[in-house]
């Protein structure tokens, strides 16, 4: 499949569904009729379901499952940058009815692939000469792969303490990093997108909005699901700015919207517990909200501030936000590596999510099969926290005396 595709037809408001505005130029600052200085709105695209045929979604094989993300083109933005076979990652059991959807497996080793080869492809579509992110993770090694197979520059606004797998991606694609404060980030994106003409491909507003395509690439984690087990009863997520909860929300929602199910999952937010924007967001009421962060080792997702895109997906899944803590990130991520799934912590945090909801007789609890969506590799970790082990002298009775400490050998 092509960009041509694409039954992309807009972008509709968030903040008032009955606004829409042309799908070209993508916004990248919200919906501009409903946001304000303290609260802006996303967007998101609408398509042609009408047209839309079910058999997309029939069980495939061969090249046609192994396509990533072209295979979806009719209900995803043009796809107008060249792909990286980004998607059909694993969905991997562990047990009790729990599966993880190990996104470690995508071409930069994490989910934000996805996202990037829909804001990249924008990014050609508009004829910008290159991108702009702000990110010291996943999304900038990201946008620099996807901007690369582009014949796009690629800017990144980082920190210096960045991972040393991130580094290396960035240096490896060529990608113009500009180590800044944290609070500097946006502001600088913003005149760098002004005065020089590059594409956003992250959030430029008050409260979070990021970019219009971006999220529709996570609707093909919903598809994939869908396509190996149907509708589960519960997704349990890492969430940042929730843009991957709304993305494999939206997905379902467009599968009950085609007449394929009738049901959708309950969403789950992981956030961690030193912050938690959309937890704070959904106890108020509130579309969005601001929160102060303490220390946590679950970088990728600690966020000050949400977005309405995840408040959204919580309320109408019948979800919840939970909040989980370091320790528990440990946990979780110390489990799937006995699965043989080495996780970054933040992606841990979909399974704490899971481990930390209590015994629910009433039954409000997710029953039947659940997915826990581990977003990225162990390898982003800002430190992995092992160590070289050192040489031993190579004889049988030191082999055996290793082996025997360690368990084996009766």
């Known amino acids: 499949m092509t960009a041509g595709d694409s039954l992309a037809t807009g972008q509709r408001s968030m903040g008032d569904p009955t606004l829409t505005h042309p799908l070209w130029p993508p916004l990248t600052r919200g919906c501009p009729r409903t946001s304000t200085a303290e609260l802006a709105y996303p967007v998101e695209v609408d398509y042609a379901y009408e047209q839309a045929d079910p058999a997309l979604f029939a069980p495939v094989e061969g090249a046609a499952r192994s396509a990533g993300l072209d295979r979806w083109a009719p209900l995803l933005p043009p796809l107008g940058a060249p792909g990286l076979g980004e998607g059909h990652t694993p969905l991997i059991p562990i047990g009790d009815g729990v599966y993880v959807k190990d996104e470690s497996r995508n071409p930069t080793w994490s989910h934000k692939d996805r996202l990037n080869r829909c804001t990249v492809s924008a990014a050609v579509g508009v004829g910008a000469p290159g991108v702009v992110v702000a990110s010291s993770g996943n999304h900038g090694a990201?946008?620099?792969?996807?901007?690369?197979?582009?014949?796009?520059?690629?800017?990144?606004?980082?920190?210096?303490?960045?991972?040393?797998?991130?580094?290396?991606?960035?240096?490896?694609?060529?990608?113009?990093?500009?180590?800044?404060?944290?609070?500097?980030?946006?502001?600088?994106?913003?005149?760098?997108?002004?005065r020089l003409g590059l594409h956003p491909v992250s959030n430029l507003t008050v409260t979070h909005t990021g970019h219009a395509f971006g999220p529709e690439g996570y609707k093909t984690i919903a598809y994939e699901i869908f396509t190996d087990i149907g509708v589960p009863a519960a997704v349990f997520v890492p969430t940042g700015y929730g843009e991957c909860l709304f993305g494999v929300w939206k997905g379902f929602a467009e599968l009950r919207r085609l007449g394929l199910t009738g049901t959708v999952p309950r969403m789950f937010a992981c956030e961690p517990a030193a912050g938690g924007p959309l937890a704070a967001a959904v106890r108020k009421g509130t579309p969005a909200a601001r929160v102060n962060c303490g220390p946590t080792d679950a970088y990728s997702i600690d966020c000050e501030v949400g977005g309405h895109r995840g408040v959204r997906a919580v309320r109408e899944s019948g979800g919840d936000a939970l909040l989980v803590t370091d320790p528990q990130l440990r946990e979780a991520q110390e489990e799937l590596a006995r699965q043989g799934i080495w996780a970054e912590l933040s992606a841990a945090a979909s399974l704490a999510g899971l481990r930390s909801l209590p015994p629910d007789p009433d039954g409000s609890a997710p029953g039947g099969p659940v997915v826990c969506i581990s977003t990225s590799s162990g390898f982003k970790d800002r430190a992995v926290g092992t160590t070289a082990p050192e040489m031993i002298e190579p004889t049988w009775d030191e082999a055996y005396r290793q082996l025997r400490a360690a368990g084996l050998g009766g």
Not at 151 to 178: E, K, T
């Open 142 to 194: 990201s946008a620099a792969a996807y901007a690369a197979r582009a014949g796009l520059r690629c800017v990144v606004l980082a920190s210096a303490g960045m991972p040393a797998a991130v580094a290396s991606f960035l240096q490896a694609y060529g990608a113009v990093v500009l180590p800044v404060p944290q609070e500097a980030r946006w502001p600088l994106m913003r005149q760098i997108s002004d």
